[in-house]
């Protein structure tokens, strides 16, 4: 800066004006002048020698305690506060800092862990249809303290069952499971598989009938939950934990249902919630049905798109409907439903004694939401 002001000084111009034109002071650049002609122009070192700085010993221990516990402590704040607890310096953090960034020494952080695979599916596990079950539990936004248990064929997306439940324990995961292979026809396999386990709290992988693909869900991964899939020759397989696209299947039905059926989360009452899963889309009550039977809570709907179906087709007047077996078997269809909806279910008066009260009226506001 002075060797400019030298220069242009040398040029014809003002000392004042060079001073102005650099925006510095006229005073201080008189004042490095004075200093260039003493040799003292280079700034002295900063600080002194406060009375409060740390001793040689107090520095060393610093050191000592960063090379015992830099593994487990790994930040100067907890080194810190290692010290003080070990009694072996007493510094702030800031110091703790300071004097490893003059020793060059840093804090390494522990290697971040690689990218985890999926576990593969058994090699028993063939991709055919009642080999590999999925189930998982969700919950609809109104209906609170409401869980839902659902089971889906994991090869053939066949939605086979749901439990509509106020708890979500191992209990509801077993009898989920009971009914479902009471509908798929499968108790018969079961009993010829009991008749051979000598010991059924012991999983076998030679002798599997199913295998139940779920996450780590405290109701999945309990001893009674283990126990009964074990005594019913069911295998279990976990997907990584904080990992949801290792189910991807049973989250995908999940997204249809509450796409294809907004309604469901306007839901308060578990007994409407109830009848309302248990009933097909055009109104048809499926194979699979959990809970007293609720007929046609559509019948007059408007036509509409929906992921399945329904094989319900009866004359008007003829006092009768056919429901298809598997009238729920794709939730993922690329096809829309063009055709209109079901025919008057006659069976509705024989149906209505059958019913409860809240499953009377749940029926009635479900009908007058989806036919306004």
Known sequence: MLSLIDRAVEDG???????????????????WRERRAAGTLEDRAPGGHPVHAITPAEEAAIVRV????????????????????????????STVRRVLAAHELRIRLPRRAGRSERSPFPEWASYQRHSIWIY?????????????????????????????????????????????LELEGLLDRIDAH??????????????????????NGPQMTSGSTREFLAMCAIAQHFGRPGTPTDQAWIESLFSHIKADWPHLDRITDPAVLRSATTTTPAGCTPASATSPPTTNTRAAGPRSARPAAP????????????????????????TALTRGPCPPDRSDQRSEAGLS??????????AAQRCP
């Open 194 to 215: 009991q008749a051979q386990l000598a010991d059924p709290t012991i999983d076998d992988p030679a002798r599997p009938v199913l295998l139940a693909v779920s996450d």
């Open 311 to 334: 094989a319900c087709a009866a004359p008007a007047g003829s006092g009768s409907t056919t429901t298809a077996p598997n009238a729920r078997t794709r939730h993922d269809a690329t």
């Open 66 to 93: 960063f090379e015992a516990h830099q593994d487990t402590d790994r930040s100067h704040r907890k080194l810190a506060h290692r010290g003080s607890y070990l009694g072996l310096v007493w510094v702030s953090e």
């Open 357 to 366: 009260k809240a499953a009377r009226q749940g029926r009635a506001v479900l």
């Open 136 to 180: 998982d539990t969700t919950r609809f936004a109104r209906c609170k303290s409401t869980y839902v248990v659902m089971i889906m064929d994991l090869v053939t997306r066949k939605w086979i069952c749901e439990l509509v439940s106020a708890e979500e324990t191992g209990l509801q995961v077993q009898l989920a499971f009971t009914h479902a």
């Open 13 to 31: 111009w003002e000392h004042r004006r060079a001073c102005r034109y650099l925006e510095l002071g006229e005073t201080r650049a008189w004042r």
